[in-house]
């Protein structure tokens, strides 16, 4: 169910069961390793909108060892190979659609194959250059509306894929991922979803996102300037109009949308799953948890490992020290957002996103705000509604008809 606004009363910990700080469920579904895990799950939930249905995505973990990175890299990479061999089959005999579905299973395992390579490294980039591929072969034999950009940013391009809703005048929401997204997944995590809904649909990979570090853009604690870019093309582009652009950001995204909401006044309004105006919090206090962890004799599995150095070539850094003097002052400021703001969070998420959300939602200086708690009975308590997302498009989108007076065309 939802939480009405009044837990914000409560005991902001007590709305997460997370024993971790840098924990993003309350339940374990399938791998010990937490990463894995979390990893897991995401891919489950792109079955609805074209990923692995849950027999394939089942398959798949059979053949991976907890905690192994390359068992999970091998798995993806071999299940995306036998499904672009299905679609090539069906290609040949004329079968477009059934070709496009096949082709998109494996470009949603190309995804969460190279989730778990060396960060940078070659079989990483062969990997994700084969997702992208992919990926827009399979927008095209499904005939979707997609059309690719680039934003010039910064000497270098920030890439976007833009899905124009048949009806012209419909709203624009540019949807901005996290730490572990790249714009082709987020069309299975909610951009579909939203093109459905009504709306036109922008997604970006935004510096350090997707693939965008390999040209040494990393993340930024200064994030609207890369989204200012952004909306400056899908207006100049795509005939967006200020005011009639609604803006999501996903995880990490939720930082960078909430600073987009401080300093950029043509959105119509921001939503975040889940706004995160201090990001170094986790940052600093998930190292010193994995500290600890290997001061008691814990050695973090290969994935774990991974997902640091990730997170590390992401961030343009060599080490967490690094990472947190880079990160320990950014912040976004409730009291300079005056834009219409629905905060999203999961109480099963971890306490410290669970807090930053509600100290968020009680100081935005904006009088039209709402506040949406998930907890276990919806499915959609983990971060990012990982397990339930399209409780996430559903409260997304039913917040917008308001804001843009209920005047969306669902497709057909």
């Not at 060892?65 to 798995?75: E, F, H, R």
């Not at 100049?236 to 995204?253: K, Q």
Request: proline residues 5%; contains cysteine; negative net charge.
């Amino acid at each position: 169910m939802t939480t009405p606004e009044s837990m914000l009363s409560r005991d902001p910990l007590a709305l997460s069961t997370a024993s971790r700080p840098d924990q993003r469920m309350a339940h374990r579904f399938r791998f010990d390793d937490p990463d894995m895990d979390l990893f897991f799950m995401s891919a489950t939930s792109w079955g609805p909108t074209g990923g692995l249905d849950i027999g394939q995505i089942n398959h798949v973990a059979t053949q991976i060892v907890d905690g192994d990175a390359d068992s999970w890299v091998d798995a993806f990479a071999g299940y995306a190979a036998l499904q672009r061999q299905q679609a090539d089959t069906w290609a040949a005999r004329g079968w477009q659609r059934e070709a496009g579905e096949a082709r998109l299973k494996a470009f949603a395992s190309f995804r969460s194959a190279w989730q778990f390579a060396d960060a940078g490294g070659a079989r990483f980039s062969a990997l994700y250059a084969q997702q992208r591929a992919t990926f827009a072969q399979a927008m095209q034999e499904l005939g979707l509306p997609a059309t690719f950009f680039q934003v010039p940013f910064d000497g270098h391009a920030l890439p976007g894929v833009f899905l124009r809703h048949a009806d012209a005048t419909a709203p624009v929401v540019l949807v901005v991922g996290g730490a572990d997204t790249s714009l082709e997944d987020l069309f299975l995590s909610v951009g579909r979803a939203l093109l459905e809904r009504g709306f036109s649909v922008a997604l970006v990979d935004l510096p350090g996102q997707g693939n965008t570090a390999a040209d040494g853009l990393y993340w930024s604690t200064e994030p609207e300037h890369a989204i200012a870019a952004v909306v400056d093309a899908l207006i100049e582009r795509f005939h967006a109009r200020a005011g009639r652009i609604a803006l999501i950001g996903l995880s990490l995204g939720g930082y960078f949308v909430a600073r987009a909401a401080q300093f950029d006044a043509r959105f119509a309004t921001v939503i975040a799953s889940t706004p995160f105006p201090h990001p170094g919090e986790l940052f600093e206090r998930s190292a010193r948890a994995d500290q600890a962890r290997v001061a008691q004799g814990q050695q973090p599995t290969s994935s774990a490992l991974r997902s640091r150095r990730m997170m590390a070539w992401k961030a343009g850094v060599g080490s967490a020290e690094q990472l947190l003097a880079r990160w320990r002052d950014a912040h976004a400021d409730p009291r300079q957002v005056t834009v219409p703001f629905l905060s999203i969070v999961g109480g099963g998420d971890s306490p410290i996103f669970v807090n930053q959300a509600l100290q968020w939602h009680a100081q935005l200086a904006s009088p039209h705000t709402s506040l949406v708690v998930l907890d276990a009975s919806t499915g959609a308590d983990g971060h990012c509604q990982v397990a339930a997302r399209l409780r996430l498009v559903q409260e997304a989108c039913g917040w917008m008809r308001g804001i843009f007076h209920a005047d969306i065309v669902p497709e057909s």
